[in-house]
């Protein structure tokens, strides 16, 4: 993670399969002092760029949920970004094995978001194809299949926390 302070802003993509853990990674992330946006479309992370310098770390949540998801642009979204010189950007994959993911689904009871008529497996296993181009691509992989959401804290706030000043602080 680059932590340079002189830089504009520091983004952190999570992405990964549905049911891997994305969404309390972000909040994890927020209880550090990033700011959270789940589900953001592609087209809009630009627009996060080109202000102000942002003044705190973002974190992005990035999924085949979004109506523009696209492997293949969200490549050269972190291509561009990475060649940005004014910030800096993670790439956060988390990985988790299909046969825990089918089950976190059937707990849930919740249809997985590429197989709404289908079985979740069915899902799992086209979503993971679609998504092996970002895994590659990740600077961060976390696989989340044995861990507790605790276990998870622990491994985000390793790789990510800015030190006191991003810390929860209880009164």
Do not use: W
Request: include cysteine; charged fraction near 25%.
């Amino acid at each position: 993670m680059t932590t340079d302070t002189a830089l504009d802003h520091h983004l952190v993509f999570v992405t990964g399969p549905s049911g891997a853990g994305r969404t309390t990674t972000i909040r994890v992330l927020e209880d550090m002092g990033y700011e959270g946006i789940d589900n953001i479309p592609l087209t809009l992370v630009p627009r996060l760029t080109e202000g102000p310098p942002l003044g705190r770390p973002i974190a992005l949540g990035l999924d085949v949920r979004n109506r523009d998801f696209n492997a293949t642009a969200l490549i050269e979204l972190i291509d561009s970004l990475t060649r940005d010189p004014r910030g800096s950007l993670d790439v956060l994959y988390l990985d988790c094995a299909p046969p825990t993911l089918i089950q976190r689904f059937s707990e849930t009871r919740r249809r997985h978001p590429l197989a709404p008529n289908e079985t979740p497996a069915q899902g799992v296993e086209r979503e993971i194809d679609l998504l092996a181009p970002i895994r590659v691509r990740a600077d961060h992989l976390i696989d989340t299949t044995d861990l507790t959401p605790h276990d998870l804290k622990a491994e985000i706030t390793r790789l990510f926390d800015t030190g006191p000043a991003g810390r929860l602080s209880v009164s």
